[in-house]
Nanobody, 124 residues
């Protein structure tokens, strides 16, 4: 069973940066798609960025040019570098793993494994 543990959330002022990490443990080789999702209070879960085993990445429009998803296979760790943060980026951020390839950001319901989340708060 794969387990995902996120870290790196916190509070930052608008324009600042944070880097989220998601460490995976267990049998991860079948999980070809890794992604970041977020959910703000009162809003639906939103896909933020994904990366697959081919190294293809995809982002939701609102974060393009500001966020970068990457992974370190040797460390079994997924990252999300977030720059130029805005108050509207405030949300709980979740790491997810799926056993499919993802050239685009798929709906969250496709993912079978989720982390517990890490909170990002951006103040104006």
């Amino acid at each position: 069973q794969v387990q995902l543990v996120e870290s790196g959330g916190g509070s930052v002022q608008a324009g600042g940066s944070l880097r989220l990490s998601c460490e995976a443990s267990g049998y991860t080789s079948n999980y070809n798609c890794m992604g970041w999702f977020r959910q703000a209070p009162g809003k639906e879960r939103e896909g933020v960025a994904v990366i697959d085993s081919y190294g293809r990445t995809s982002y939701t429009d609102s974060v393009k040019g500001r966020f970068t998803i990457s992974k370190d296979n040797a460390k079994n760790t997924l990252y999300l570098q977030m720059n130029s943060l805005k108050p509207e980026d405030t949300a709980m951020y979740y790491c997810a793993a799926g056993d499919f390839y993802c050239p685009t950001v798929p709906p969250g319901r496709f993912f079978g494994v989720w982390g517990q989340g890490t909170l990002v708060t951006v103040s104006s």
